[in-house]
């Protein structure tokens, strides 16, 4: 592995890691504001990747660096822990924990949206001639500016794609759970006791992978055009 694409993939895997942190670490917080403790004494309420990293090594360590490797991206998986018996018991909360990790991966979204706009003010950042999902914005200039746009741009891209694979309403998603946010606390209770069939969380996921590239393609196309107005990018 060259010294460039070495480089490449220590700032993917601390985008990787940020925004899993992120997203692990706002499920647990809200869980705790919900009066769920388990992930709180498990130490996942914390911008601190490692006690995400022990709780899922093979998600987080594993999986990321290999598909790097593999395909020169990142994938891979966390998970905060929380108590069965309450989200039984309160099915909306558990609904509201499960939509704060999307929402932690829109936050990023808008903090890297924030960032390159400011860089461009700055003029150590240009809008690309042709975006991808790694070069959302350009460097003026090669060495620093170069690197931070590709950090924001990965940073960008990769909690856009988070956050919508995410939302997908199908199980076992986050989406699917936040549905709950929407129903009755019986209804909240009902439809993710159906939701939890091991069964339908495969299923749902072969439909996800099958059709989250005909969704996150114009996402992605709205989200540049939303960062560039009259840029019309595709």
């Known amino acids: 592995m060259n010294p460039q694409l070495l480089a490449l993939g220590v700032m993917w ?3 990787f890691l940020i925004s899993l942190t992120c997203h692990e670490a706002a499920h647990a917080l809200v869980a705790k504001l919900g009066g769920d403790l388990t992930a709180f004494h498990g130490g996942q309420v914390s911008l601190n990747p490692i006690p995400h990293m022990r709780r899922e090594p093979f998600g987080t360590i594993v999986v990321p660096i290999l598909s790097f490797i593999l395909g020169g991206w990142m994938i891979g ?4 822990p929380y108590d069965p018996i309450w989200r039984q018991r309160y099915p909306r909360r558990a609904a509201w924990m ?3 990790g999307p929402l932690a991966n829109i936050s990023l979204v808008l903090l890297a949206t924030g960032a390159i706009h400011v860089g461009i003010q700055a003029h150590i950042l240009i809008p690309p001639g042709a ?3 790694t070069r959302v914005v350009a460097g003026a200039s090669s060495g620093f500016s170069e690197g931070l746009a590709t950090f924001l741009s990965i940073l960008f891209s990769l909690n856009l794609l988070l956050a919508a ?3 997908l309403p199908i199980p076992p998603l986050d989406g699917n759970s936040a549905v709950g946010i929407f129903l009755s606390e019986d209804g909240a209770r009902h439809f993710a006791a159906l939701s939890r069939n091991p069964s339908l969380a495969v299923i749902g996921l072969i439909i996800c992978w099958r059709i989250f590239d005909y969704i996150f393609h114009p996402l992605f196309g709205l989200a540049l055009n939303l960062l560039y107005p009259g840029m019309h990018y595709r």
């Open 131 to 133: 975006a991808r999902f």
């Open 13 to 15: 895997y601390v985008v």
């Open 98 to 100: 499960a939509l704060a």
């Open 165 to 167: 694979f995410n939302l």
């Open 77 to 80: 998986w966390g998970s905060a």
